[in-house]
């Protein structure tokens, strides 16, 4: 895999564009995009999995109301 190419940047509208050559293009629809001094960063969206979104939760703070006919 190539680690740089050379190519043009355009404009739809207002926005400025570049075409990802296929030898570049990332998974999934989105992505996350940055500054890093005069660099643009474009990284893969990463889906996070159920575990690590429980660990980023906090507790509840209220008890659960009883429930009056629990399934057996």
Do not use: S
């Amino acid at each position: 895999m190539p680690e740089e190419r050379h190519v043009k940047l355009f404009r739809i509208g207002r926005k400025q564009a570049v075409h990802i050559p296929a030898e570049f293009e990332l998974p999934g629809n989105e992505v996350i995009m940055r500054r890093d001094g005069d660099r643009l960063v474009i990284e893969p969206l990463r889906k996070r999995d159920l575990i690590a979104l429980l660990k980023r939760m906090t507790p509840l703070e209220e008890p659960f109301p009883e429930i009056d006919n629990p399934v057996a």
